[in-house]
């Protein structure tokens, strides 16, 4: 009866304690601790201590990969140069490197230097493009896609010679431009048939645009209507897209996740929104969930854990403690938060090994390898803009290599856990 009672005692000890807001595990309740180790890949600065040092590369942001088995490269966007920078490995051992395909410059508004955000791959036939080569002009499908924040969408294609080389533009080539309208293009998303390309506009008319398979615009009969915005429709100081991806999630349903960033109003024209500015701060960020013709499907509660949110990834089911979760970075405080996709709700922040918050200043793009040629599986790649973006970063995450099978306490509420399990151990 002793150790009954005892045993009672902890059950409502766990109880209580649950109800005093220690973080929710959710997925996370595996023997894997919330451990990651971060490694820096590439940067400009030697102080990263990266394993690729490049000058030039500054205010990293999109990243984005052929699926598995199909080759190619990491396409990362550097903001602050105006060029795509492209990498093969960092997989099954074999270190990060190029090949002859190295940069790809990105072009904004009437040729000049684009400040490109994200980029897609596409797997379709659609948005053909014809690019001027040496051996050659070059018609085909854009294999892939950038945004730029100073309001130009742009493709890129190659072409296979007989030998088994290729024919490779050194630049993109514009087929949007909507500079003159105000639009600042932070995100791009693709679907997986290729008739759907969406940009997320942080510019002066925020929200989503669409595009067919042809670059015709279409948003006008495609939703996204913003479920934060207020009850008199959007104002200066609301929730507005920061980004758009699509992924599949948890049920196997390809859909559009839409991060929202706060707007700013204009200081020097009340009432009109501050293109391109974000007011980032704790909680200053949303999550919602689209089908992939604009109907809201649901939002996600972020228990007040998003400050700018930008990226997003599914993490596969070897990432440790949030294996299987959906993982959010925030360009406000450079943390990555894991949602729960059962309950649609944040759990926690990934953590480094002495229990912080991992912080990646300036963080947006993230990603996971493709175990083929590009990144290992379970690896979570990411994309960040130190020092007010003015430095650049591609790195990884990994599971801390840590063989112990003792799920970690967290703070107080683990320690009075543990200690409660050994007063019913001694009473036994």
Same mark, same amino acid.
């Given at each position: ?232 429709? +959007?104002? $200066?100081?609301? !929730?507005?897209? %920061?980004?758009?991806?699509? /992924?599949?999630?948890?049920? =196997?349903?390809? &859909? ?57 990834? +599914?993490? $596969?089911?070897? !990432?440790?403690? %949030?294996?299987?979760?959906? /993982?959010?970075?925030?360009? =406000?405080?450079? &943390? ?57 970063? +591609? ?34």
């Amino acid at each position: 009866m002793k150790i009954q009672g005892y045993r009672t005692a902890l059950l409502l000890a766990v109880s209580s304690l649950l109800a005093l807001g220690v973080p929710e595990r959710g997925l996370a309740t595996s023997l894997s601790p919330n451990s990651y180790v971060q490694t820096n890949l590439v940067a400009n600065k030697s102080e990263y201590n990266p394993l690729i040092l490049d000058p030039t590369f500054v205010n990293a942001w999109g990243i984005a990969i052929r699926p598995a088995g199909l080759g190619g490269h990491f396409w990362v966007t550097g903001n602050g140069s105006g060029i795509s920078y492209e990498y093969v490995g960092d997989v099954n051992g074999v270190p990060l490197y190029q090949d002859d395909l190295q940069i790809v410059t990105v072009p904004g508004p009437n040729g000049t230097k684009g400040t490109p955000t994200g980029v897609v791959f596409n797997g379709s036939n659609n948005f053909a493009i014809t690019q001027n080569h040496p051996n050659g002009a070059i018609t085909g499908p854009s294999k892939f896609l950038f945004a730029t924040d100073n309001g130009v969408i742009s493709g890129w294609t190659e072409r296979k010679n007989p030998d088994g080389t290729f024919d490779r533009p050194s630049e993109a080539l514009a087929v949007i431009d909507r500079s003159s309208q105000g639009s600042q293009y932070f995100g791009l998303g693709i679907t997986t048939l290729g008739d759907r390309l969406y940009a997320a506009d942080f510019g002066i008319n925020p929200g989503i645009q669409v595009f067919d398979g042809a670059f015709n615009d279409i948003t006008i009969s495609s939703g996204f209507t913003n479920p934060f915005a207020g009850a008199d429709g +959007f104002n $200066p100081g609301d !929730f507005t897209p %920061f980004n758009i991806q699509t /992924l599949t999630n948890s049920g =196997g349903l390809e &859909t559009a996740f839409v991060p929202y960033a706060k707007s700013q109003e204009d200081p020097n024209n009340p009432g009109q929104v501050l293109a391109g500015e974000e007011e980032s701060g704790p909680g200053n960020g949303r999550l919602a969930e689209f089908d992939l013709a604009g109907n809201l499907i649901r939002t996600w509660d972020d228990r007040g854990l998003l400050n700018s949110p930008w990226g997003v990834a +599914f993490a $596969p089911s070897n !990432f440790g403690a %949030f294996s299987n979760t959906l /993982l959010v970075s925030n360009f =406000g405080d450079g &943390t990555i938060v894991a949602f729960d996709p059962n309950t649609y709700r944040a759990i926690d922040y990934l953590r480094d090994p002495s229990g912080q918050p991992i912080s990646i200043p300036g963080i947006w793009g993230l990603l996971f390898g493709n175990g083929a040629s590009l990144g290992d599986a379970d690896s979570l790649y990411f994309a960040a803009g130190p020092e007010d973006e003015e430095d650049g970063v +591609f790195g990884r995450l990994r599971v801390t290599d840590n063989t112990a099978t003792v799920p970690e306490p967290s703070g107080i509420a683990g320690i009075a856990l543990v200690g409660l399990w050994g007063i019913c151990r001694l009473k036994r």
